[in-house]
């Protein structure tokens, strides 16, 4: 009975295979580090584990590999830390968030229609397979309607994987070069107080992950691993019941466990997928990032955020990650997450709307 329970915990990975590539990629985590790279933990960790099995690592006869369930796990933490960061005047400040609100609502089938373009036109995809490739969000509802309408799934799932990674890799990038200087260190990263927590707090916080994760997942509310322990989180925060928040070390630990799991997802695509998916990824994510940052400049003053908190409002990339990236980089985490869970509702919304019009080619 032991034996099964712990195969079933590790996906039926060898211990000794997981122990190892967590290894990895803090290895590279903390070589990103050391170079002064953008967001450097998560990128580090995810690159690493990527590059190292295509040319040719394997640690103890297998290529490296982690349980993809183990960061679900983290993800609440994520969800607690915005919601601590809850601002006094939320309230004052969401009454301007119609106005980017709005525009999410003209965005998504925009970036729809321009990745589908796309991917018909210069990838030369099948309709199924470029209209749920297209979608510019919800991962897992994309498969499941690309899945039962014949997309060609080993390329759908590249394609959806690749937005995600993509959005993690350029934001950043993109930043450290406006700037001038990388960005994304969560060194000296304030959350809550900054007091001392106590045995109390970690309760509280444990709580307010897994009640709000639970809660959130009964509603079927969007990302429930996320907007529950936000949403629950900021409650608590604002009535004053906690002032506790995940210390800055936290979310450095979350960004090494989910940038090795992402790493090694990119690992099992053969070189000629991963040639064509790049390729179409890369002029998709980059097109609708620069729309953000058109509506970025467009909307900065009547909304009343920086322009980079609205480039990753609209940026095309998971609501975990996008939410993780904004706590690093030290913008309203709360003004990205509640948008990019709209972005998730309204992109399925359109999708399941539009699907009725693609045939498959004949």
Request: hydrophobic share 55%.
């Amino acid at each position: 009975m032991a034996m099964r329970g712990l195969s079933q915990l590790t996906a039926g990975i060898p211990l000794r295979v997981i122990i190892a590539t967590f290894a990895l990629g803090g290895a590279g985590g903390l070589l990103a580090m050391a170079a002064g790279l953008p967001l450097a933990v998560l990128l580090g960790s995810m690159v690493a584990t990527a590059v190292a099995p295509m040319l040719g690592l394997r640690v103890f006869g297998q290529r490296p590999a982690v349980p993809q369930k183990w960061r679900f796990v983290l993800v609440p933490v994520i969800g607690v830390a915005i919601g601590a960061g809850f601002p006094a005047d939320f309230l004052t400040q969401a009454r301007q968030w119609w106005v980017t609100m709005a525009a999410l609502v003209l965005f998504i089938p925009l970036a729809h229609a321009l990745g589908y373009g796309l991917f018909r036109r210069v990838g030369k995809l099948s309709p199924p397979t470029a209209y749920y490739a297209a979608m510019p969000g919800g991962f897992i509802e994309s498969l499941d309607m690309g899945e039962k309408a014949g997309a060609d799934m080993p390329l759908l799932i590249m394609l959806q994987f690749l937005r995600l990674i993509l959005c993690i890799v350029m934001i950043p990038i993109g930043f450290s070069i406006a700037e001038g200087h990388a960005v994304g260190s969560s060194a000296g990263m304030v959350l809550g107080t900054g007091a001392p927590l106590t045995a109390l707090d970690v309760v509280v916080m444990v709580a307010l992950a897994g009640s709000g994760w639970f809660i959130a997942a009964k509603l079927g509310m969007p990302a429930a691993m996320l907007s529950g322990p936000l949403l629950l989180s900021g409650l608590a925060h604002a009535t004053g019941l906690t002032e506790a928040a995940p210390p800055g070390w936290s979310i450095l630990v979350t960004q090494w466990v989910m940038g090795t799991s992402l790493g090694v997802r990119l690992a099992g695509f053969t070189k000629a997928q991963a040639g064509l998916a790049g390729l179409l990824s890369t002029l998709n994510v980059s097109l609708l990032l620069l729309i953000a940052l058109g509506v970025a400049l467009l909307l900065t003053t009547p909304v009343g955020e920086p322009v980079s908190a609205i480039i990753l409002a609209f940026a095309p990339g998971g609501v975990s990650e996008m939410s993780l990236v904004a706590l690093s980089l030290h913008v309203s985490a709360v003004y990205v997450s509640i948008h990019h869970i709209a972005r998730i509702v309204l992109t399925v919304i359109f999708a399941r709307y539009g699907q009725r019009f693609i045939t498959p080619d004949t």
